[in-house]
């Protein structure tokens, strides 16, 4: 069974603080995206990866960056935490052939 | 940049009654998909239609895609308590671009 997994279900963490989300699929995809999802907005793509230490910028890229150093995880990184990152963040791995994504269960983040 | 946008944004029905969910997008596309989230968790694949298709079934539900109106629409019949979701669409190529979702609610 094709599995998604996020390190964590819920977080809270306080303002200033760096924050690491992790996300593994065990698919062998090649491309791996972090969206955040609000109230009213949908999925909005923070960044995505089509490849090993490959990264670009989605539509809202601030205040985040990511690492992808082996192809099975993709990182989010939330350098100084701010109240306005408090969302739910949701992974997901496509291959290069299918459009078709696979996400994650997502991670709750609150910002204290 | 929102290329899709769906129709109606909540939707109350019956267990046994249809249920359809219209989808709206802005430029050209190869394909359309529509997804499932339950409330709280990730969003599951349901169904991709391609540009050259006009409609496609796979068990309970029916997508049909109108590219001179660039609109699809995900019928699901006899519904279910479990189909309580948020459905959403999504266009583009590996980089999918979603729409804001309908909230279906199913009443048993």
């Known amino acids: 069974d094709v599995k998604v997994t996020q390190s964590s279900r819920y977080l809270v963490k306080r303002t200033g603080e760096k924050v690491f989300l992790e996300c593994v699929q065990d698919?062998?995809?090649?491309?791996m995206f972090w969206y955040r999802q609000d109230p009213g907005l949908g999925l909005r793509l923070i960044y995505f990866?089509?490849?090993?230490?490959?990264?670009e910028k989605g539509d809202i890229p601030e205040g985040y960056s990511v690492s992808r150093e082996k192809k099975e995880r993709f990182s989010l990184i939330l350098e100084s935490a701010s109240t306005n990152q408090t969302s739910m963040y949701l992974c997901?791995?496509?291959?290069?052939?299918?459009?078709?994504?696979?996400f994650g269960p997502g991670t709750r983040l609150t910002v204290l | 940049s929102q290329q899709g946008e769906e129709d109606p944004q909540a939707l109350s029905i019956q267990e046994g009654e249809n249920a359809t969910m219209n989808c709206s997008y802005k430029?050209?596309?190869?394909?359309l998909q529509w997804y499932r989230q339950n409330s709280g968790r990730g969003l599951v694949h349901l169904i991709l239609?391609?540009?050259?298709?006009r409609e496609k079934h796979s068990g309970r539900l029916r997508v049909t895609l109108d590219t001179s109106k660039k609109s699809s629409s995900l019928l699901i019949t006899a519904s279910r308590a479990a189909d309580t979701a948020s459905y959403f669409c999504?266009?583009?190529?590996?980089?999918?671009?979603f729409g804001a979702g309908t909230i279906l609610r199913v009443k048993s």
């Open positions: 997901a791995s496509s291959s290069r052939n299918y459009n078709e994504q696979f």
């Open positions: 698919m062998d995809h090649e491309n």
């Open positions: 990866s089509y490849d090993v230490k490959m990264k």
């Open positions: 430029t050209s596309i190869n394909n």
């Open positions: 239609i391609r540009s050259n298709e």
């Open positions: 999504a266009t583009g190529g590996n980089k999918l671009v």
